[in-house]
């Protein structure tokens, strides 16, 4: 039985997997994400990319047998991918565009199963509307830290929940991974929910 291998250090994503039942192996693919090569492309083609990128980066190191779930996430906005802003600057700035407004959550999957040498890969979409916050409510939001490390700024389980009034499509795809998206692909690949569910 192949292990499942989640290519990502976000919290975020492993507790999706692991509050679904499943128990997730954690390496990081280190992949270098702000390159001319993938800022070059759309939100949704550059999500994709990275996803693929880090998925087979991970296969590259191991040699065990395993399913390999890489992921990447972006906020589309007036057509321009809004990533993780690092700064309190760049995340006030942001916020204040966004407030009131709506965009696009982006993240791209690809799934590697290294057992079968098959592999999936697919973008989810969620349209994520935002209340009209204040200036204070933004200040008071970018010093808890929380949105400098996470894509678009904005997270669906955390600080920001209260400014987020409204999203049409799937929650867990905002939040990292899309989680019927993942049943799904492992559908796809012959495994059965219950069967994923115990593999270490």
Known sequence: MPKIVLASASVSRRRLLE????KPTIMV????????????MSPADMVIALAITKAHTIREQIDFPAII?????????DSKSLGK????????ERASRVRGNSGLLHTGHCIIDTTKDKEISSIVTTK??????????????????????????FTLDGFSSPFIPSIEGDYTNVVGISMPFVRKAFEQLGYSWPEVKVMQ
Request: include cysteine; charged fraction near 20%; glycine fraction near 8%.
């Open 128 to 153: 994520v509307t935002f209340d009209n916050m204040t200036d204070a409510e933004i200040a008071d939001y970018v010093a808890t830290g929380e949105p400098l490390h996470v894509a678009g700024g």
């Open 29 to 40: 693919s280190h992949v270098d994400e702000e390159t001319d090569f993938f800022n070059a």
């Open 85 to 92: 802003p690092e700064t309190p600057e760049i995340a006030i």
């Open 19 to 22: 509050s679904a039942g499943l």
């Open 69 to 77: 779930i890489g992921c990447d996430s972006t906020f589309e906005f």
